[in-house]
């Protein structure tokens, strides 16, 4: 596609379900990143995808939250047993090797009540 | 990842220049300087990136120091489209865009009619 889509845009959950987000990159964009940004607060990075695995998953703040990409396509975050803190925009970002800077999405807004 | 330091704010007339500062004093050779803007409500968007010489784009320009530990972001005729939270970014990844951005917090720019 011509951007990087994320679905749903916003999602309402109550606390204790789970959640998947979903990211569509850039066709043929090898990398992917996911980031989440609290109300007020910066993006805080959550993991990278370097086609299929995933290299650095550093940012993942708990065992709750989990991501895989398939395809080198569409790729998916999963946060199990939602808490009112998981409440941010999840954003997306796909980039092109050798090409300057990261295209992200939208992002997800998320709502924890 | 070198760190960087922006002012948290700053304002601008609409029509005049915008030159936005930051300081990544500790930037390492291979490191290049990336800026990105967020506006309210949307992911962030790429605006320019070098590493020791200065670059321009369609939407700005980048002054580096010849001692690459400064460098300032310009916008030459701001306009009120351009009021959004400005990033400075220091990035390892020989320009090819892999490796994680850290974000800090970012300048505030406000574009006055």
């Known amino acids: 596609g011509a951007g990087v889509s994320q679905s749903p845009s916003n999602k309402v959950t109550e606390k204790g379900k789970d959640v998947e987000l979903r990211c569509d990159p850039i066709?043929?964009?090898?990398?992917l990143y996911w980031y989440r940004q609290r109300l007020g607060q910066g993006l805080e990075f959550l993991i990278y995808?370097?086609?299929?695995?995933?290299?650095?998953k550093s940012g993942l703040p708990s065992d709750r939250f989990s991501a895989e990409r398939t395809g080198e396509s569409v790729s998916t975050l999963t946060i199990q047993r939602t808490q009112q803190e998981d409440s941010a925009v999840y954003l997306c970002a796909s980039s092109l090797m050798g090409a300057p800077g990261y295209t992200f999405g939208s992002g997800t807004r998320l709502t924890v009540v | 990842d070198a760190k960087t330091t922006q002012p948290p704010s700053m304002d601008c007339a609409e029509g005049r220049a915008a030159n936005l500062p930051c300081n990544h004093s500790t930037i390492s050779g291979n490191e290049y300087v990336y800026w990105y803007r967020q506006i309210h409500s949307q992911g962030p968007q790429y605006i320019i990136h070098g590493l020791k010489n200065n670059e321009t784009n369609e939407m700005a320009s980048l002054i580096i120091t010849e001692d690459r530990k400064s460098s300032t972001l310009i916008l030459p005729h701001a306009t009120l489209r351009d009021t959004a939270v400005y990033y400075c970014i220091v990035l390892d990844a020989g320009g090819t865009s892999y490796g994680k951005l850290t974000f800090g917090q970012g300048t505030i720019l406000t574009v006055h009619p």
């Open positions: 995808f370097q086609g299929n695995s995933a290299p650095d």
């Open positions: 066709s043929g964009h090898t990398a």
